[in-house]
T-cell receptor, first 116, second 115 residues
Framework: AQKVTQAQTEISVVEKEDVTLDCVYETRDTTYYLFWYKQPPSGELVFLIRRNSFDEQNEISGRYSWNFQKSTSSFNFTITASQVVDSAVYFCALSDLSGSARQLTFGSGTQLTVLP | DAGVIQSPRHEVTEMGQEVTLRCKPISGHDYLFWYRQTMMRGLELLIYFNNNVPIDDSGMPEDRFSAKMPNASFSTLKIQPSEPRDSAVYFC?????????????FGPGTRLTVL
């Protein structure tokens, strides 16, 4: 069975600090996909990134970067120089080929608060 | 391009009433998913469709819930009769392919409150 753990329930930082959100996953498959979504206070779920299990290259997009390490089954998300607008709940999710339902398994989310 | 569209954005109803939530997926997407988000259970998949056909409804909580997709551009999730424990945010999402290979794009959600 697949599982996603986001151990950090809440994180609070001061603007301009760097912050890393942790994500640990479990799957029996060798082929799988990892995702990060952002849920701002307005409530919508915004797609941020998708990674497949064969691509361990780290990714950078502006102030966002992702560190994928298969050896530790982790897919961590770092925000550099955080801003108040980054305040949101961030979800890590996993999709693999097991089971009959082709579904995303979400972590419980990390509430990030960036203080001015 | 328009994203996934959901209506209404907010719904307040009384216990026992019928509730219908609506979703328009992204044009060209073959998969449509309905999720429910609550504080207690997080994000749960209720049902998903492929080419308008329901594939897996094992997440639908009980017979009071039903979902349809009469065509490629419209789906409904109906609760009849509604109960206070159905209060949640309901999301619709669509993807070009299966969740295992393609990104799911979510609508803004419908916040349902059952009094």
């Amino acid at each position: 069975a697949q599982k996603v753990t986001q151990a950090q329930t809440e994180i609070s930082v001061v603007e301009k600090e760097d912050v890393t959100l942790d994500c640990v996953y479990e799957t029996r498959d060798t082929t799988y996909y990892l995702f990060w979504y952002k849920q701002p206070p307005s409530g919508e779920l915004v797609f941020l990134i998708r990674r497949n299990s064969f691509d361990e290259q780290n990714e950078i997009s502006g102030r966002y970067s992702w560190n994928f390490q298969k050896s530790t089954s982790s897919f961590n998300f770092t925000i550099t120089a955080s801003q108040v607008v980054d305040s949101a709940v961030y979800f890590c999710a996993l999709s693999d080929l097991s089971g009959s339902a082709r579904q995303l398994t979400f972590g419980s989310g990390t509430q990030l608060t960036v203080l001015p | 391009d328009a994203g996934v569209i959901q209506s209404p954005r907010h719904e307040v109803t009384e216990m026992g009433q019928e509730v219908t939530l609506r979703c328009k997926p992204i044009s060209g997407h073959d998969y449509l998913f309905w999720y429910r988000q609550t504080m207690m259970r997080g994000l749960e998949l209720l049902i998903y469709f492929n080419n308008n056909v329901p594939i897996d409804d094992s997440g639908m909580p009980e017979d009071r819930f039903s979902a349809k997709m009469p065509n490629a551009s419209f789906s409904t999730l109906k609760i009849q009769p509604s109960e206070p424990r159905d209060s949640a945010v309901y999301f619709c999402a669509s993807s070009l392919g299966e969740a295992s290979t393609d990104t799911q794009y979510f609508g803004p959600g419908t916040r349902l409150t059952v009094l």
